[in-house]
Nanobody, 125 residues
């Protein structure tokens, strides 16, 4: 059974940083494309960042470009989201997601088969 467990969320002030982690078990992590998504109250789940299985290719949404970075450690079966210069509009529940296979990064919700339970990030002004 595939499990994704996020951690690292919290309440911070605008301009602060947070690092989210997502630990994956139950599948070969090193061959799994991964992504981070977020969902604010009353809004649809949206793409944040994604990374290929190798870690050599990644991409982030325009709204977080230059502030957020995705990375992975295949030896630890963990993907990270480093969030700097946080803004109130970054407030949301953040989810990590795993895709069954693929050679690139993927930005669509329906491309991912496995999801974590989510971790809350709240940024106050």
């Amino acid at each position: 059974q595939v499990q994704l467990v996020e951690s690292g969320g919290g309440s911070v002030q605008a301009g602060d940083s947070l690092r989210l982690s997502c630990a994956v078990s139950g599948r070969t992590f090193s061959s799994t494309p991964m992504g981070w998504f977020r969902q604010a109250p009353g809004k649809e789940r949206e793409f944040v960042c994604a990374i290929s299985w190798s870690g050599y290719s990644s991409n982030c949404a325009d709204s977080v470009q230059g502030r957020f970075t995705i990375s992975r450690d295949n030896a630890k079966n963990t993907v990270y989201l480093q969030m700097n210069s946080l803004k109130p509009e970054d407030t949301a529940v953040y989810y990590c997601a795993a895709k069954n296979y693929g050679s690139s990064w993927y930005s669509e919700v329906n491309e991912y088969q496995y999801w974590g339970q989510g971790t809350q990030v709240t940024v106050s002004s």
